[in-house]
């Protein structure tokens, strides 16, 4: 898949995270998305520097966002500018998480008992609340909307979006020979109004096992020293390039 490099001016840096730097641009409603090589896990108290890393996410992500728009998903994505920038339209991002489970690990299995590797049919979708300091804490539709995290016309579409997006990226991976265990989204409004997927769709934030032998392919490699991270996300990235 061939992007299209344009160039865009980077101004003032807006905002710095774990994985991301966000620039302004010479347009108000776009910015720039930089991706780190930093990998960090358990609210950051695991991190570390991996090199390629930023590279390989901005690739990884920015395919899938032009697979979801062509399949009429609404995300914040314009262009892949850089090896590991994109432009993107600028979001108010919702302080909310949208986790779609295929298959029982993490949280689930140490919160509510549910064995390992139970699958799920249909995929159970929860909600998280962003907050570090609270730890990511669960909250029900009543919660989001009695908080404020998002506007009351947005949660159902939340919900509907992220299974519609399961259908796709489950199908996607599955041609790669890769399980889509689970995943997270992150949606926010555009300038034009409109409720969309935001942020970055990459190995990060999303559980990859291989369909053959099970081996992770995701940042629980990093999380349980369960293999060299860089290993499994190349490899997600070759098998996508490839199908």
Known sequence: MGFIIILVEKRKKLYEGKAKVVYETEDPNKVILLFKDSASAFDGVKRADVEGKGVINNTISSILFEIL????????????????????????????????????????????GVREGTEFSPPLVEFFMKSDELHDPPVCEAHIVLLKLAPPEAVSLMKETAVKVNGILSGIFAKAGIKLVDFKLEFGKLPD????????????????????????????????DLGELMEGYKEVLKRLSGS
Do not use: C, Q
């Open 69 to 112: 728009e062509r399949e009429g998903v609404k995300t914040h994505y314009i262009e892949k500018i850089s090896d590991r920038e994109m432009l993107v339209w600028k979001a108010e991002r919702f302080p909310v998480e949208v986790v779609v489970r295929n298959v029982a690990t993490g949280s689930i299995v140490r919160r509510l």
């Open 193 to 224: 109004g409109s409720v969309a997927v935001v942020d970055e769709i990459t190995p990060d934030s999303m559980r990859l096992w291989d369909m053959k032998t099970g081996e992770r392919l995701d940042k629980d490699r990093f999380r349980f």
